[in-house]
Each structure stands twice: as structure tokens, then as C-alpha cells.
């Protein structure tokens, strides 16, 4: 299949972004502004970004155990590597753990599939409408099995930025058999400590101290706005960067990663994502002030200048997510976690013309 090579940065170049992001807008549906809520454990910050469109009577449940103080003093009680792990199921009196005392059940609003990342509800076995409380972070793609058993688990949230850094090593942890919390991840708690009846201290658990996290309304701070329209790239990298355009009346951003090369790949070199025949990876989010979170979209099929059809992510946002913040209208930071490729970390990223940067000034001051 012949490849199409665009050499960066001309006008021709400006002009396809504006296409390019017209296009992703169209293909995809314009989302709402998100939420999201902050998990703080000993082990570094979770935030997580809530799902409300696709699960809005499971979202308005975590809120009210959160807003009801439900959530305080609550831990990890369930980590199986590979797999999840569990909280929002006890709370911690010193040593001693109480169950959380629930509402009444929900319906089941299975929609998403619960790939590495995704935070879903816990419920009883043969059971679709029992979740309360408890909820799971999914440390691997475990769609097979949780979205054909039970109902399918409802994914309400999923984890944005560097958080699965946390999670992951909440999973690496030692795990201790208690009798009532078999799994328990324990931290600075050994094995001759249980074997020896030592009881755990507050300390040993994995607390999770969870809040909404409000979006700022510092009249201060950087709010995204269309100066920062432009052509961005890591300096240490060449050949490579992304388009990103800024829809303030919309509340969306749209970014494009690119790559071109001097040689071209060879005509049957296939275009999966993360493989050498790859070229563009396409995301699309919500303007949370200084940042976003964006759904990945991976398209396939299609010829150029043909009415073939073209195959979007469906659903939105199941290949990954990407973060975009800006501090200011010079740099900004991109992080990526892709579960389908198993590919997760940060970028710094800068303009690589200045052009529109006293826009993005003038903006600011407005």
C-alpha cells in the first residue's frame, strides 16, 4: 500500500492540521467534561478520571460514598498481581479493620471493557446488579474474563497520567494471608511478623485517602487556549512530534503524533500500532484548565481519496489515554499509557515555531 510522507513544517503542514482536527472532531462525539477524583496512598497519588457518560448511576455512587466520608480511613485490602487490585471494602481503627457500611445496590452499566487501567465495581458472584463499595483497578487487560462473566463489571473510571507507576507498585508488594483480608498488600511487614502473630500498625496498610478533585478556578493559572495551535516536539527526537489544536468554545483539544522518514517502509510493512509501519496515532479530550485527558483513537481500513469505510476505536478511549498539560505558552507534557502495546511514560514537549505564542500571551491576559 503506498505510503504518504508529509515533511514538516510548511504551510501546507498548518493547513493539515486544521484538517486533520476538523476530521477527528467529526469521526468522533464531542464528550463532557470530565471529573476526576484523587486516590493518596503511602506509595505516591492515583488520580483517576470518571467515566460519567458511560457510567453515570455508578459514578454518582463512588461520589456519594466519597462525599459521605464513607471512603476515610479505607485501604487496599486485595492485590493479585497480574490481575487487580481491590479497595473500598473496610476501614482501618488502628489495627483493627471494619466492614463499610453500604448503600443499597446499583444497577449494572457494563459498557466499557476493563483493559489494563481501568477502574471497575466489585459485586457478589452471579450477581450483576450487587455492587456497593468496592471497586478494582485492572493491572492487565482482563477483558476476557470480566466482560463475560457476571454481567460483564461496569468500568466507571480509569487512571490517567503516571498513576499505574503507583499501581503497580502497590501490586508488587508482599502479601500477608490474613484470615479475613487474604491478599492484603503490606508494606514494611514481613512474613516472620505474621508467622509470629505481630499484629500490622496503620503504617503496614496501604491507605487510600480519597477526594474529588476539583478543576482550579485560579484566575492565575494557565487555561488552554488556541495560541497553543502548532506543531510541538521533544528537541531531542527528529522526525517525529505532534499537531495540537485547541477548540476553546467546544472545551476539546485534539492532538496527532507523527512520525515521517527520508526512507520510506516497505509497501507491505503492516501500520499496527507501535509497529515500524506505523505513521499516526490520533487523541481526542475534554480542556480540564491547564490540561487534558484524550482518548486514543486508531483508525484502520480506508484508501485515500476513496468512500471506503475507515474502523475508529470503539469505545472511545479502549487503545489508551494521553495527558496533555501546559504550564505556560512555550511547554508542554505529554503522558501516555497505551495498555494495547504495553507502553506507558512522558513527554516534554516545545513549539517548534514561535509564531503563535504571542497569540497564546494575548489570550492569557483576556
Same mark, same amino acid.
Given at each position: 500500500?503506498?505510503?504518504?510522507?508529509?515533511?514538516?513544517?510548511?504551510?501546507?503542514?498548518?493547513?493539515?492540521?486544521?484538517?486533520?482536527?476538523?476530521?477527528?472532531?467529526?469521526?468522533?462525539?464531542?464528550?463532557?467534561?470530565?471529573?476526576?477524583? @484523587?486516590?493518596?496512598?503511602? @506509595?505516591?497519588?492515583?488520580?483517576?478520571?470518571?467515566?460519567?457518560?458511560?457510567?453515570?448511576?455508578?459514578?454518582?455512587?463512588?461520589?456519594?460514598?466519597?462525599?459521605?466520608?464513607?471512603?476515610?480511613?479505607?485501604?487496599?485490602?486485595?492485590?493479585?498481581?497480574?490481575?487487580?487490585?481491590?479497595?473500598?471494602?473496610?476501614?482501618?481503627?488502628?489495627?483493627?479493620?471494619?466492614?463499610?457500611?453500604?448503600?443499597?445496590?446499583?444497577?449494572?452499566?457494563?459498557?466499557?471493557?476493563?483493559?489494563?487501567?481501568?477502574?471497575?465495581?466489585?459485586?457478589?458472584?452471579?450477581?450483576?446488579?450487587?455492587?456497593?463499595?468496592?471497586?478494582?483497578?485492572?493491572?492487565?487487560?482482563?477483558?476476557?474474563?470480566?466482560?463475560?462473566?457476571?454481567?460483564?463489571?461496569?468500568?466507571?473510571?480509569?487512571?490517567?497520567?503516571?498513576?499505574?507507576?503507583?499501581?503497580?507498585?502497590?501490586?508488587?508488594?508482599?502479601?500477608?494471608?490474613?484470615?479475613?483480608?487474604?491478599?492484603?498488600?503490606?508494606?514494611?511487614?514481613?512474613?516472620?511478623?505474621?508467622?509470629?502473630?505481630?499484629?500490622?500498625?496503620?503504617?503496614?496498610?496501604?491507605?487510600?485517602?480519597?477526594?474529588?478533585?476539583?478543576?482550579?478556578?485560579?484566575?492565575?493559572?494557565?487555561?488552554?487556549?488556541?495560541?497553543?495551535?502548532?506543531?510541538?516536539?521533544?528537541?531531542?527526537?527528529?522526525?517525529?512530534?505532534?499537531?495540537?489544536?485547541?477548540?476553546?468554545?467546544?472545551?476539546?483539544?485534539?492532538?496527532?503524533?507523527?512520525?515521517?522518514?527520508?526512507?520510506?517502509?516497505?509497501?507491505?510493512?503492516?501500520?499496527?500500532?507501535?509497529?515500524?509501519?506505523?505513521?499516526?496515532?490520533?487523541?481526542?479530550?475534554?480542556?480540564?484548565?491547564?490540561?487534558?485527558?484524550?482518548?486514543?483513537?486508531?483508525?484502520?481500513?480506508?484508501?485515500?481519496?476513496?468512500?471506503?469505510?475507515?474502523?475508529?476505536?470503539?469505545?472511545?478511549?479502549?487503545?489508551?489515554?494521553?495527558?496533555?498539560?501546559?504550564?505556560?505558552?512555550?511547554?508542554?507534557?505529554?503522558?501516555?499509557?497505551?495498555?494495547?502495546?504495553?507502553?506507558?511514560?512522558?513527554?516534554?514537549?516545545?513549539?517548534?515555531?514561535?509564531?503563535?505564542?504571542?497569540?497564546?500571551?494575548?489570550?492569557?491576559?483576556?
Amino acid at each position: 500500500m503506498p505510503t504518504i510522507n508529509i515533511h514538516l513544517f510548511t504551510p501546507l503542514s498548518r493547513t493539515l492540521i486544521t484538517a486533520l482536527a476538523t476530521f477527528i472532531l467529526l469521526a468522533l462525539p464531542v464528550m463532557a467534561k470530565a471529573d476526576t477524583v @484523587l486516590l493518596e496512598t503511602p @506509595l505516591g497519588d492515583i488520580e483517576i478520571e470518571l467515566l460519567k457518560d458511560d457510567a453515570p448511576n455508578t459514578v454518582a455512587n463512588f461520589l456519594s460514598y466519597i462525599e459521605s466520608g464513607k471512603y476515610t480511613g479505607s485501604f487496599i485490602h486485595r492485590s493479585e498481581p497480574g490481575f487487580v487490585i481491590q479497595g473500598g471494602g473496610y476501614t482501618l481503627g488502628g489495627s483493627n479493620t471494619n466492614f463499610i457500611f453500604t448503600f443499597e445496590p446499583i444497577a449494572n452499566e457494563f459498557k466499557i471493557s476493563n483493559t489494563r487501567g481501568t477502574v471497575a465495581m466489585a459485586k457478589v458472584s452471579n450477581s450483576p446488579d450487587s455492587a456497593t463499595s468496592q471497586w478494582f483497578i485492572n493491572l492487565a487487560d482482563n477483558s476476557q474474563n470480566l466482560d463475560n462473566s457476571n454481567g460483564g463489571y461496569t468500568v466507571f473510571a480509569r487512571v490517567i497520567g503516571n498513576g499505574m507507576e503507583v499501581v503497580d507498585a502497590i501490586s508488587q508488594l508482599a502479601i500477608m494471608p490474613f484470615p479475613k483480608h487474604p491478599e492484603l498488600p503490606v508494606i514494611g511487614y514481613t512474613i516472620d511478623d505474621f508467622n509470629n502473630g505481630k499484629p500490622p500498625t496503620e503504617a503496614n496498610f496501604v491507605t487510600t485517602a480519597v477526594s474529588k478533585k476539583d478543576v482550579t478556578t485560579d484566575p492565575s493559572s494557565f487555561v488552554m487556549n488556541a495560541g497553543l495551535n502548532d506543531a510541538w516536539y521533544n528537541p531531542i527526537t527528529t522526525g517525529q512530534g505532534f499537531f495540537i489544536t485547541v477548540f476553546p468554545d467546544l472545551g476539546v483539544v485534539s492532538l496527532a503524533w507523527f512520525t515521517y522518514d527520508t526512507d520510506l517502509p516497505a509497501e507491505d510493512e503492516t501500520a499496527n500500532l507501535g509497529s515500524p509501519g506505523h505513521r499516526w496515532l490520533t487523541a481526542l479530550g475534554t480542556i480540564e484548565g491547564d490540561m487534558a485527558v484524550l482518548d486514543i483513537n486508531i483508525a484502520s481500513g480506508g484508501l485515500f481519496d476513496t468512500a471506503s469505510e475507515i474502523q475508529n476505536t470503539d469505545p472511545p478511549g479502549s487503545d489508551g489515554t494521553i495527558t496533555l498539560t501546559f504550564a505556560d505558552c512555550y511547554a508542554g507534557l505529554v503522558e501516555y499509557n497505551i495498555p494495547s502495546i504495553n507502553r506507558q511514560g512522558s513527554v516534554p514537549i516545545q513549539r517548534v515555531a514561535t509564531d503563535n505564542a504571542a497569540l497564546c500571551e494575548t489570550l492569557r491576559g483576556e
